[in-house]
């Protein structure tokens, strides 16, 4: 079954062919962050309208780069959750290709999407795995015993990992996404001359919060700053590498409790934060003194795109899901009510 994905839940326009027999075909992106960055944020309407002019061309390109026009056999797309423009940009465009073509088409959720990108690799873990899910909307550890067989076990309270590294960045005065920036800058901080708390590790469960964290940074950034407002250049690296430092650092505590409490021996890490090189070293070290082991996707497969759509659209149509006529849209939708496969 050869597959078309799109993603257009935030500020990336995905496309993708996955063929259930030959794998992923090819894929295209098209990110928007230049579009937002004078904003220090996305901002919706601007990203539904950019959705609206590059989704038909990417889809073009991508058709014909696999060689695939008149050879798709369905349409997988992002319903939810996300923006709800942007959202339906991509719901609208894919359920009608769909119904043009003849063929099935698929809603998939877009954190199903990230969950599933690890398996895109060569050697995939297998089913039961605990998956951390880390991107600018999400932090949530779920047990997933198969697909659509999701158990939650803990969820961040308040800002998610990548928020919270966004939020850091613009307190440094850094470009929206602030990750990358952060990450990068970190890489000159000087080890402990900040030591930032790790938030609800001194307590049991899996759950995280990471506002307190975020004043701490917004304080320790104001104590040193200078006449313009800001730190100067070597203390914003070594409060980078402090904060980091923390947020990696919990990440990696909760993982490993979650191992623990389930008696599995899989981590999947998946979303935008599941790229900084940090949290993989930091993951594996920890891991492998628990006899356990982490996966994760290419970094282009670990921000939204098209690929991890179509694959996890594929899944569902092979199980014999398929959506109605109906364009329906999902801006809140939580992973654990989805049915299993
Ligand atoms: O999964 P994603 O592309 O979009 C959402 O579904 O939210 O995640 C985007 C988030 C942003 O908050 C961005 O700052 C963060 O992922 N991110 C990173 C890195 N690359 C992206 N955070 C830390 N380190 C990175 N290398
Ligand atoms: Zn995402």
Not at 96 to 103: C, D, E, K
Not at 143 to 155: C, N, P, T
Not at 158 to 181: I, R
Not at 241 to 270: P, W, Y
Request: charged fraction near 20%; proline fraction near 5%.
């Amino acid at each position: 079954m050869r597959v078309l994905g799109i993603e257009t839940s935030c500020d990336e326009t995905g496309v993708a062919v996955y063929d259930s027999d030959a794998g992923l075909l090819g894929h295209e992106l098209y990110s928007q962050i230049k579009l937002h960055a004078e904003y220090g944020g996305v901002v919706p309407e601007l990203a539904s309208r950019d959705h609206v002019r590059k989704l038909i061309p990417l889809i073009d390109e991508i058709l014909l780069r696999t060689n695939s026009k008149n050879k798709i056999d369905a349409v997988a797309y992002t319903c939810g959750p996300g923006l709800i423009g942007a959202l339906l940009v991509g719901s609208c465009i894919g359920r009608s290709l769909a119904f043009a073509w003849g063929v099935p088409a698929i809603g998939v959720h877009h954190m199903e999407g990230h969950l599933l990108a690890p398996l895109l690799e060569e050697n995939p873990p297998a089913f039961p795995f605990v998956a951390l899910l880390v991107s600018g909307g999400h932090t949530q550890l779920v047990e997933v015993k198969g697909i659509g067989h999701y158990r939650m076990l803990g969820e961040s309270l308040d800002d998610a990992a990548g928020e919270a590294f966004d939020k850091a960045a613009k307190m440094m005065d850094l470009d929206y996404p602030g990750g990358p920036h952060i990450a990068k800058l970190a890489e000159r901080g000087t080890p402990g001359r900040f030591v930032f708390p790790r938030p609800m590790t001194d307590r049991p469960g899996l759950d995280f919060s990471f506002s307190g964290l975020k004043t701490y940074t917004l304080n320790t950034v104001a104590k040193h700053a200078g006449e313009d407002g800001l730190p100067d250049d070597q203390c914003c690296a070594d409060i980078a590498h402090a904060f980091q430092e923390a947020v990696v650092d919990t990440l990696s505590i909760k993982c490993r409790r979650a191992l623990e409490q389930c008696g599995m021996n899989s981590l999947i890490i998946a979303g935008g934060v599941s790229a900084n090189t940090r949290l993989r070293e930091k993951l594996e070290h920890a891991l492998k003194k628990i006899n356990s082991q982490v996966f994760y996707a290419r970094h282009e497969f670990c921000t939204d795109n098209g690929a991890m759509i179509a694959y996890a659209g594929c899944q569902r149509l092979l199980a014999g899901e398929q959506q109605g006529l109906s364009v329906d849209v999902f801006p809140r939708w939580p992973l654990d009510s989805l049915g299993a496969l």
